[in-house]
T-cell receptor, first 109, second 114 residues
Framework: EDQVTQSPEALRLQEGESSSLNCSYT??????LFWYRQDPGKGPEFLFT???AGEEKEKERLKATLTKKESFLHITAPKPEDSATYLC??????????FGSGTKLNVKP | DAGITQSPRHKVTETGTPVTLRCHQT?????MYWYRQDPGHGLRLIHY???????DKGEVSDGYSVSRSKTEDFLLTLESATSSQTSVYFCAISESYGGGNTIYFGEGSWLTVV
C-alpha cells in the first residue's frame, strides 16, 4: 500500500538550533517527492521537488535530501519565521499524490 | 502566488443543504484538483480534472461531485451537506502530465456544516 509517514508530528526548537524532519514513503514507482510549507489559515506553499535518490535541493536555511526510502528536510540555524507545518508528498504514478500528515515546527526566539 | 482563487473562503451551512465551492485559476493549467484537509488525515484527494469536462474520482469522493466547463474554473458540489464534510477544502493545479509535476495550492475554503 502506498503511504507517506512524517516524523516527528511536532518539533520545538530554539532559534539557531538545527534539526531535521523526516518523510518516509512506501510507493510503487516514485515519480517525485515534494516538500511544502503551510502557515496557519493558508494553503500549502511549494518548497522543493526531488526526483531521484541522492538529489539535494536548498533554499535559504532549508535543505531537502532524498534516498530510496525517505527524505529529510534539514533546517539550519532556524529563525522564528520558519515556524510552520511542513508537508511531504509523493507522486507514485500519474496524478496520484500521497500526502503525509505534516510536522508542526515551532521555533522559539 | 500560483494564481488560484477559491470562493467562498468561509461558509457555514446547515445539514442537508447543497453547497458549491468554486476554484478559479489564471495559469491555464490543464490539471485541477480538490483536496480536503482534516487533522490526523493530511490532504486527501476528492476529485480531479484533466481537462474541460474530463474528471475522475479521488480517494474520498463519496458525497461530492465536480464540474469543469472552462479551463479556468473547477467547481466542487456537496449535494446534501453532512457534518462529516466539515473541513478545509483546497483547490490545486498542476501544469503537466507525467512524472514529477508540481501541485500548487489555493488559499483554502473553510466549510462548517451544522
Amino acid at each position: 500500500e502506498d503511504q507517506v509517514t512524517q516524523s516527528p508530528e511536532a518539533l520545538r526548537l530554539q532559534e539557531g538550533e538545527s534539526s531535521s524532519l523526516n518523510c518516509s514513503y512506501t510507493v510503487s514507482g516514485l515519480r517525485g517527492l515534494f516538500w511544502y510549507r503551510q502557515d496557519p489559515g493558508k494553503g500549502p506553499e511549494f518548497l522543493f521537488t526531488l526526483y531521484s535518490a541522492g538529489e539535494e535541493k536548498e533554499k535559504e536555511r532549508l535543505k531537502a535530501t532524498l534516498t530510496k526510502k525517505e527524505s529529510f528536510l534539514h533546517i539550519t540555524a532556524p529563525k522564528p519565521e520558519d515556524s510552520a507545518t511542513y508537508l511531504c508528498a509523493v507522486q507514485a504514478n500519474f496524478n496520484k499524490f500521497y500526502f503525509g500528515s505534516g510536522t508542526k515546527l515551532n521555533v522559539k526566539p | 502566488d500560483a494564481g488560484i482563487t477559491q470562493s467562498p473562503r468561509h461558509k457555514v451551512t446547515e445539514t442537508g443543504t447543497p453547497v458549491t465551492l468554486r476554484c478559479h485559476q489564471t495559469e491555464n493549467h490543464r490539471y485541477m484538483y480538490w483536496y480536503r484537509q482534516d487533522p490526523g488525515h493530511g490532504l486527501r484527494l476528492i476529485h480531479y480534472s484533466y481537462g474541460v469536462k474530463d474528471t475522475d474520482k479521488g480517494e474520498v469522493s463519496d458525497g461530492y461531485s465536480v464540474s469543469r466547463s472552462k479551463t479556468e474554473d473547477f467547481l466542487l458540489t456537496l449535494e446534501s451537506a453532512t457534518s462529516s464534510q466539515t473541513s478545509v477544502y483546497f483547490c490545486a493545479i498542476s501544469e503537466s502530465y507525467g512524472g514529477g509535476n508540481t501541485i500548487y495550492f489555493g488559499e483554502g475554503s473553510w466549510l462548517t456544516v451544522v
